[in-house]
T-cell receptor, first 109, second 113 residues
Framework: GQNIDQPTEMTATEGAIVQINCTYQTSGFNGLFWYQQHAGEAPTFLSY????GLEEKGRFSSFLSRSKGYSYLLLKELQMKDSASYLCAVSGGDYKLSFGAGTTVTVRA | IAGITQAPTSQILAAGRRMTLRCTQDMRHNAMYWYRQDLGLGLRLIHYSNTAGTTGKGEVPDGYSVSRANTDDFPLTLASAVPSQTSVYFC????????????FGPGTRLTVL
């Protein structure tokens, strides 16, 4: 089975930086995904890491360390519209996604 | 349509009734998935299909069935609904190759009384 842990909630100020950590234990590994989900809406894809290191995409960056079973999503220059849940998901040996419970980020003015 | 659609948007259902949630995608994706999302538990995989004509069980398949008669449609059936099946149900699709992102439908909010 899969075990994926991420913080339940985080709060940050507009313009600041927030880092959402995700740790995982899986049987097999074929990559780690981050999704964004606004309240009442569907999850949307943010990033994918399969090799160790940092992937940067505009204000969002995602990091992976396979040996440590660890990833983080970095959100820079926070905007009010970034208030959402952020879901960490691991693709296991069967290529199926297992999701963490999600981290709700609240951006305050 | 463009993308993935689900119907109905929401439904209130009496326990014991049969219900089919519909999912259609027009991206010609091989793989399709059904998840349920419950507060504090995240998304959990119910059933999946790697390609038309094949289906498989996910993490929480009991009480649900699926079929995949063609590439576009992947209905989820609750044969006899129970209150514990109250949830938000998301359908998703992907190309089916390793490392591909999944695209999610807008979800169906189901309440079983």
């Amino acid at each position: 089975g899969q075990n994926i842990d991420q913080p339940t909630e985080m709060t940050a100020t507009e313009g600041a930086i927030v880092q959402i950590n995700c740790t995982y234990q899986t049987s097999g590994f074929n990559g780690l995904f981050w999704y964004q989900q606004h309240a009442g809406e569907a999850p949307t894809f943010l990033s994918y890491n399969v090799l160790d290191g940092l992937e940067e995409k505009g204000r969002f960056s995602s990091f992976l360390s396979r040996s440590k079973g660890y990833s983080y999503l970095l959100l820079k220059e926070l905007q009010m519209k970034d208030s959402a849940s952020y879901l960490c998901a691991v693709s296991g040996g069967d290529y199926k996604l297992s999701f963490g419970a999600g981290t709700t980020v609240t951006v305050r003015a | 349509i463009a993308g993935i659609t689900q119907a109905p948007t929401s439904q209130i259902l009496a326990a014991g009734r049969r219900m089919t949630l519909r999912c259609t995608q027009d991206m010609r994706h091989n793989a399709m998935y059904w998840y349920r999302q419950d507060l504090g538990l995240g998304l959990r995989l119910i059933h999946y299909s790697n390609t038309a004509g094949t289906t498989g069980k996910g993490e929480v398949p009991d009480g649900y069935s699926v079929s995949r008669a063609n590439t576009d449609d992947f209905p989820l059936t609750l044969a006899s609904a129970v209150p514990s099946q109250t949830s938000v149900y998301f359908c998703a699709s992907s190309t089916g190759t390793g490392g591909d992102e999944q695209f999610f439908g807008p979800g169906t909010r189901l309440t079983v009384l």
